[in-house]
């Protein structure tokens, strides 16, 4: 427990009291993990941190005493052991979710713009649905009817990869609830496919 | 006698034991046999019917019922024959009139010769379960005159000439036709449908199916049913007067099959005769025709229906499309208008009212009026008309019927939100300038609509009416405080507010000084009574009487919009003012000012003011003077531009721009309140029920409807359900 804190202080800010962006981005040079590897998100889901870019003395103990780490090669080679939990099935429905809400850095914000969207989609769901992600990104990045993305439609779109046969789309229902911004997501697929 | 004593003796009583003499049996059937023969040969005369009856009833009473029978059977059997040859030696046309004859005979001698056996046919038919007497003479004379060989087939193809000749125009033997008929008919369902209407069927079909062969390539449609009709009431005529009248409809059925069936489309769809051509010239006549005939063969109405409705659809889709149409908006509402009183004549003439083609009717108008999106600011524009001066001397009943007409023109819109932007815009225009020409028409149009869509739909219009009475109180009211200012200028000011009236931007512009003074002294006054209210002058919507003097003296009053009288009264005090002076001194925004100057400097008739250049178009370095060759007949010069015009594209836009707007929040309150009283809602069923309340304003888009769900899900009044992705879920 003492070197988990020792470790905590090592990386910490002074004043604040927090590991900020800065001690972060220490943290992985140290790992020799880039700083914007998906697996620190990974870290932070399992610290269940809630402000981006930084860790509290109490996020810091949680992650480290689930990981069983109290040094930095210690949590670098529990790295994959936590991808692999993330990936289960029972557990990325959360960390999906999780992503998205880490994102949310003022008080009160519901959505996240679409270059940012783009960058986390790439981020998370990249590795296991790369064309619909790749697709999906395109679209964003030419349409002019969303400006923003919320939670919902973020959901939405890994609903999609799951159960919407890819590229064809044979079994895509528009009168089910999917959000609007599938509906013309599909819709403009279709376009280009004929 | 002692009964004890002699066992063996018993007295029976009603029994004769009469001695049975065999030969008493055969005297007493030569008896009868020589009676039916006398019968026969018309001798009957000098027959004792107690007597004979008597024979008979001994017969059978000694238990010879089966010898008289038989013996009834045999002698009736070979008259029979007998007759039957003298009917197959008739030539000609006497064949049916022997066979008639011997009918006729036959049925008497029958009758008489049941008189006589009618103790066997009380009793030892029955017992025996014997065919009875009368019954059996049918029977015999069916089998053996009938069904003889040399007559059945003869027989039928007399009948059968008969009709043919009949129906190609010849003047039958009707009687002779009926008894003949008759007689199969009482032979039994079974002899009259075998021996005659089967093949009188089949061989009307081939007759009918050559008839209308032959008509279809000579008539045209009109004339054609004209000949069915014909044939179709010939046929229900013969049978009332000589077949059995269950043959009608089976005949009916064959005429209507080879005649109107057969033939059902090529005569609707018949090039220049076929329906659409009698719809499109009133053809009331034709159309009751084909209707009556049409209705009775299978499909036959749905077929008129159809056509009727693609035409209808097709010609409304041309009359809402054609550009040439549309640039006079009344022109294409009275178009509308007049289509309908053609069909509703055309459904009520010929068509008998008939429910199934009101309905067809009204989809049609339903479907192509809402094909052009202008229509509802087209309909609002054409009340506008007939309110503003169409109606101006129609008796009260007769504005009625033409508000009644509109409504019904109103209900077809699906767009009706719409609609009642346009018209809150007329109905302004017009109260302000004054110029309706009914206020109790105007009244009754408005509780139509609230009969049609409820109290919300007029409630700002019936606010707009009040506004414009309580207006005129306080200009009395004021005017009664002030009697200071009877001399000065007349103020009358409409107190609009806000939330009733169509919105406009409230723009000020500088008033002339005796103007402003007065409309100050009215805002201290009015603010003096209505504490804690704001007043902003709308003085791009007001109107003024002014009093001009002209060069040569010529003296006249000028009506003319609030704008051009501050123009017009700056040159009191200048000759000669550049447009950027007036711009300046009126403070009127720069596109309103250009239209404000050009009607009164370009205008023929109006042009009250001279401009330097002439040109058309107003430029901002044209200078304006005072018109002194100014000349009009008429004293009153009306300048002022008030009216409800056709929008313009961008107005357009903008109007619908505010439409859709509107449109949000209403779909968001009907999603909201569904959801709080089902709490839990699928999808599809929330985009129906949500389509279904809103109906009566406009049609729900479903993709709209869809996009306010997710706003309603991110500002968490709703949420998706965790397991089920199609479940909405209330969040109180």
């Given amino acids: 427990m003492e070197r988990i804190d020792n470790l905590f202080y090592s990386f910490a800010n002074r004043s604040s009291g927090m590991i900020d962006p800065e001690g972060i981005e220490t943290l992985c040079s140290d790992m020799e993990v880039d700083h914007t590897d998906v697996r620190i998100l990974m870290l932070a889901w399992k610290m269940k941190a809630e402000k981006q870019g930084y860790f509290t003395l109490e996020e810091w103990r949680r992650g480290l005493k689930a990981l069983r780490v109290d040094t930095v090669s210690k949590l670098r080679k529990a790295l994959p052991e936590l991808e692999k939990e993330v990936r289960r099935p029972s557990n990325f429905v959360d960390f999906y979710s999780y992503s998205f809400c880490y994102c949310l850095t003022e008080e009160k914000q519901k959505s996240i713009d679409i270059e940012s969207i783009c960058q986390l989609l790439d981020l998370v769901l990249g590795s296991q649905f790369r064309a619909q992600v790749d697709y999906f990104i395109e679209y964003l990045k030419i349409q002019s009817d969303y400006k923003v993305i919320n939670l919902d439609q973020w959901m939405g779109f890994f609903r999609f990869c799951n159960e919407i046969s890819f590229p064809d789309l044979s079994n895509y229902d528009p009168d089910l609830a999917w959000p609007l911004v599938l509906d013309n997501f599909v819709e403009w697929m279709q376009a280009k496919q004929s | 006698m002692s009964n004890q004593k002699k066992r063996n003796f018993q007295i029976e009583a009603f029994k004769h034991r009469v001695v049975v003499d065999p030969k008493y049996a055969e005297k007493t059937w030569s008896i009868l046999e020589h009676a039916i023969h006398e019968i026969y040969n018309h001798n009957a005369s000098g027959l004792s019917f107690e007597e004979l009856y008597r024979n008979a009833y001994n017969m059978v009473l000694h238990k010879f019922g089966e010898k008289l029978y038989s013996g009834l059977v045999a002698t009736m059997t070979a008259h029979l024959k007998e007759i039957s040859k003298s009917i197959e030696a008739a030539q000609g046309d006497l064949f049916l009139e022997e066979l008639n004859r011997k009918w006729n005979d036959h049925n008497k001698a029958l009758q008489m010769i049941r008189d006589i056996l009618m103790y066997m046919d009380r009793t030892y038919i029955p017992n025996t379960h014997k065919t009875p007497v009368h019954e059996l003479g049918l029977n015999l004379w069916r089998d053996n005159v009938i069904h003889s060989s040399k007559i059945q087939s003869r027989l039928l193809s007399m009948l059968l000439e008969l009709v043919h000749r009949e129906r190609t125009g010849e003047v039958i033997d009707r009687g002779l036709m009926r008894n003949i008929i008759k007689m199969l008919m009482d032979l039994g369902s079974s002899v009259y449908q075998e021996d005659f209407e089967k093949p009188f069927l089949e061989v009307s079909a081939e007759f009918y199916m050559g008839e209308s062969q032959k008509f279809i390539e000579c008539c045209d449609c009109g004339d054609y049913l004209k000949k069915a009709d014909l044939r179709l009431n010939e046929e229900i005529e013969r049978v009332t007067h000589y077949l059995d009248v269950k043959s009608e409809v089976k005949i009916t059925n064959v005429v209507e099959k080879e005649m109107i069936a057969n033939h059902m489309m090529r005569l609707v769809h018949m090039e220049n005769s076929g329906l659409v051509n009698m719809l499109l010239d009133d053809k009331y006549e034709d159309l009751g025709r084909m ?50 009183d053609k069909y509703d004549s055309i459904i009520s003439q010929a068509f008998s009212n008939d429910k199934t083609f009101q309905n067809a009717l009204n989809s049609s108008f339903e479907y192509f009026i809402n094909l052009n999106n202008r229509s509802p600011e087209f309909i609002s524009l054409y009340v506008d008309d007939k309110l503003r001066k169409g109606l101006k001397g129609v008796s009260e009943e007769d504005v009625e019927i033409i508000l009644d007409k509109v409504m019904m023109l109103f209900r077809y819109l699906q767009e009706k ?61 004021f005017y009664a405080s002030h009697p200071e200012l009877t001399d000065g200028p007349t103020l009358v000011v409409q107190v609009l507010t806000t939330g009733s009236w169509p919105t406009q931007p409230s723009i000020t512009c500088n008033l002339p000084a005796e103007m402003s003074a007065l409309c ?25 009487d002014i009093k001009a003097t002209f060069g040569k003296g010529q003296k006249h009053e000028l009506n003319v919009s609030t704008y051009q009288m501050c123009v017009l009264m700056l040159f009191n005090n200048a000759d000669r003012l550049s447009y950027k002076e007036v711009e300046q001194a009126t403070g009127i925004p720069a596109s309103d000012l250009k239209r404000c100057l050009q009607s009164m400097a370009c ?75 089902r709490r839990v809602l699928d999808h599809n069923n929330i985009i129906a029920e949500v389509t279904k309340q809103l109906q009566s304003r406009f049609l729900a888009n479903p993709t709209e409807i869809k996009k306010r769900i997710e706003s309603l899900i991110e500002r968490d009044f709703l949420e998706r359900d965790n397991n089920d992705r199609k479940l909405y879920r209330y969040l109180a």
């Fill in chain 2, 603 to 677: 205008v023929k008739g109006k042009n009250v003011l001279r401009k330097e250049p002439m040109s058309k178009d107003i430029g901002e370095d044209d200078a304006f003077f005072v018109n002194d060759k100014f000349t009009s007949k008429f004293y009153k010069v009306k300048i002022g531009t008030v009216v409800a015009q056709k929008e313009s594209e961008p107005e357009k836009q903008e109007t619908r721009q505010r439409v859709e707007e509107d449109r949000k929040p209403q779909i968001e309150a009907a999603i909201v309140r569904i959801m709080k009283s």
């Fill in chain 2, 291 to 340: 209707y009556n005939l049409f209705r009775r063969v299978p499909n036959g109405l749905s077929t008129i229906r159809d056509v009727m409705t693609s035409h209808l659809r097709e010609i409304g889709k041309q009359l809402v499309t054609d550009a040439e149409k549309l640039r006079d908006p009344v022109e294409f509402v009275q178009r509308l208008l007049d289509e309908k």
């Fill in chain 2, 417 to 477: 939100d719409v609609f009642e932007k346009y018209y809150k815009q007329h109905l302004a225009k017009r109260l302000l300038s004054g110029k309706t020409v009914s206020d109790d028409a105007e009244r009754s149009l408005i509780v139509k609509l609230k009969t049609e869509c409820g109290y919300q739909f007029t409630s700002k219009l019936e606010g707009m009416f009040t506004d414009m009475k309580t207006s005129q109180d306080t200009m009395q009211g």
């Fill in chain 2, 520 to 544: 100050e002294k009215f805002r201290s006054y009015y603010l003096g009574t209505h504490t804690g209210r704001r007043l902003s002058w709308q003085t791009n919507m007001g109107t003024a």
